[in-house]
């Protein structure tokens, strides 16, 4: 609290966001929570085989996606299958693993070196797009026009949901960063269709939860300043994490978090006393029920 008793928006949050985290914790009881994502309450055991599984879901997705429906040739196999192992085992670990300097190294080395060797698989040049030309300094718009070409080679692809998601995001977000702070119009489709792709992993109950955490996460981040398009994303979103993970703490938490924006959204950012009987209403309205 300031000296005017004005409580600012942030404090606000906290204090929701606190709340929030009590009511689902208290509901679930210690053996249960202690499962939910593999970290904190979780014994050393089951952390273990947590990461094991986020592990052996990565690989599918990334190594054997390649040996079933990449674009392989023995002049680059082997330093291909090197960055995809490296980039598997580092998103394995979630986000804390995936800025690992060892792991980003090996992608970034192997990547380098098969591109050179002539590698046009669509996997390698997105992961080519994200640690080698970057390392190289190159300019937004030309990180934006690298990054736009493998996420639409992976489109057009046989690589599953998650890589498609990711091309088409992170295509987004560089041409977003490129054009500075108007959002140009090609930027909108690569959003819609990481959206779509974000649905077709969702469906999949086998894909585990850090990496639903992940997406979510990272999906409603690049929508948070377009409110129409954050609520379209969410509502489209919600249902399959529902159906597949309610069990699990952090979808409750991504619930709690697009609630709490809607409210602030509804109530508007200014103080207190500033903010109309109608703002009140609405923002309780679109507290949700979390």
Same mark, same amino acid.
């Given at each position: 609290?300031?000296?005017?008793?004005?409580?600012?928006?942030?404090?606000?949050?906290?204090?929701?966001?606190?709340?929030?985290? %009590?009511?689902?914790?208290?509901?679930? *009881?210690?053996?249960?929570?202690? *499962?939910?994502?593999?970290?904190?309450? &979780?014994?050393?055991?089951?952390?273990?085989? @947590?990461?094991?599984?986020?592990?052996?879901?990565?690989?599918?997705?990334?190594?054997? @996606?390649?040996?079933? +429906?990449?674009?392989?040739?023995?002049?680059?196999?082997?330093?291909?299958?090197? &960055?995809?192992?490296?980039?598997?085992?580092?998103?394995?670990?979630?986000?804390?693993?995936?800025?690992?300097?060892?792991?980003?190294?090996?992608?970034?080395?192997?990547?380098? $070196?098969?591109?050179?060797?002539?590698?046009?698989?669509?996997?390698?040049?997105?992961?080519?797009?994200?640690?080698?030309?970057?390392?190289?300094? $190159?300019?937004?718009?030309?990180?934006?026009? &690298?990054? %736009?070409? &493998?996420?639409? #080679?992976?489109?057009? #692809?046989?690589?599953?949901?998650?890589?498609?998601?990711?091309?088409? $995001?992170?295509?987004?977000?560089?041409?977003? *960063?490129?054009?500075?702070?108007?959002? /140009?119009?090609?930027?909108? /489709?690569?959003?819609?269709?990481?959206?779509?792709?974000?649905?077709?992993?969702?469906?999949?109950? %086998?894909?585990?939860?850090?990496?639903?955490?992940?997406?979510?996460?990272?999906?409603?981040?690049?929508l948070e300043?377009?409110?129409?398009?954050?609520?379209?994303?969410?509502?489209?979103?919600?249902?399959?994490?529902?159906?597949?993970?309610?069990?699990? @703490?952090?979808?409750?938490? +991504?619930?709690? #978090?697009v609630h709490?924006?809607?409210?602030?959204?509804?109530?508007?950012?200014?103080y207190a006393?500033?903010?109309?009987?109608?703002?009140?209403?609405?923002?309780?309205?679109?507290?949700?029920?979390?």
């Open positions: 609290m300031n000296p005017s008793g004005r409580v600012p928006r942030q404090h606000g949050c906290f204090l929701v966001v606190v709340g929030i985290l %009590s009511i689902h914790l208290a509901w679930h *009881t210690p053996a249960q929570t202690a *499962t939910t994502t593999g970290g904190g309450a &979780a014994d050393p055991g089951r952390k273990s085989e @947590s990461w094991q599984r986020r592990l052996e879901w990565n690989r599918r997705t990334l190594s054997d @996606s390649y040996n079933q +429906i990449g674009r392989r040739n023995a002049k680059w196999d082997e330093p291909a299958r090197r &960055a995809l192992e490296a980039f598997a085992r580092a998103r394995a670990g979630g986000s804390r693993q995936a800025g690992d300097p060892a792991l980003a190294t090996q992608v970034r080395t192997n990547c380098e $070196l098969a591109v050179a060797a002539g590698c046009d698989d669509p996997m390698v040049a997105y992961l080519h797009a994200r640690t080698v030309l970057v390392a190289r300094g $190159l300019a937004p718009s030309q990180l934006a026009e &690298a990054q %736009s070409a &493998a996420a639409r #080679s992976l489109e057009a #692809s046989q690589y599953p949901p998650i890589r498609k998601f990711y091309g088409a $995001l992170r295509a987004a977000e560089h041409l977003k *960063t490129a054009a500075g702070p108007d959002t /140009p119009p090609e930027v909108h /489709p690569f959003r819609r269709l990481a959206v779509t792709n974000l649905v077709r992993v969702l469906e999949d109950h %086998s894909t585990p939860v850090g990496e639903v955490d992940d997406a979510c996460m990272d999906m409603l981040t690049a300043n377009n409110k129409p398009q954050y609520e379209w994303c969410y509502h489209e979103i919600e249902e399959r994490l529902f159906r597949n993970w309610a069990e699990k @703490s952090v979808v409750w938490l +991504i619930k709690g #978090s709490i924006d809607f409210a602030w959204q509804a109530r508007g950012s200014g006393d500033s903010v109309t009987e109608q703002g009140w209403i609405r923002c309780h309205a679109r507290r949700g029920n979390p």
